[in-house]
């Protein structure tokens, strides 16, 4: 089943390898580069999913997620990060997330995310 989903990281290489191989599997791809845009096109149009790297310039993926929890509590927000910390896991999952995943093998893992979410259906 297709998804709407928006992928907010600054690094170029990782919203496009993340866009390619989403879109090659059916779903509709938007991209930003920082965590204000993602809140913008929030506001603008409903996803499915989001996709947010948790340490970006202008907004990180805390107050991404904190937003879009008060936008539209029903998105499913994915974390993604390079640096991550122990206890950031529980603390994305208390913050509303619907999963946290460390880089590398991003793709892989979304994939399988989006997967279990259309059995679940």
């Known amino acids: 089943m297709s998804k709407k989903i928006l992928i907010a990281d600054d690094e170029s290489l990782t919203r496009w390898s993340l866009k390619e191989a989403l879109t090659q599997e059916g779903h509709e791809v938007i991209v930003v580069e920082d965590g204000k845009k993602a809140v913008e096109e929030v506001k603008k149009e409903n996803f499915d999913f989001?996709?947010?790297?948790?340490?970006?310039?202008e907004m990180d993926g805390w107050k991404v997620l904190d937003m879009i929890r008060q936008i539209n509590p029903s998105t499913k927000v994915i974390v993604i990060?390079?640096?991550?910390?122990?206890?950031?896991?529980?603390?994305?999952?208390?913050?509303?997330?619907?999963?946290?995943?460390?880089?590398?093998?991003l793709i892989e893992r979304i994939r399988n995310i989006l997967k279990q979410n259309n059995e679940k259906i």
Do not use: Q, V, W
Not at 81 to 105: D, F, H, L, Q, S
């Open 50 to 57: 989001i996709i947010t790297d948790l340490f970006m310039p």
């Open 81 to 105: 990060t390079a640096y991550g910390e122990e206890g950031e896991k529980k603390k994305a999952k208390e913050r509303g997330a619907y999963e946290y995943i460390e880089k590398p093998y």
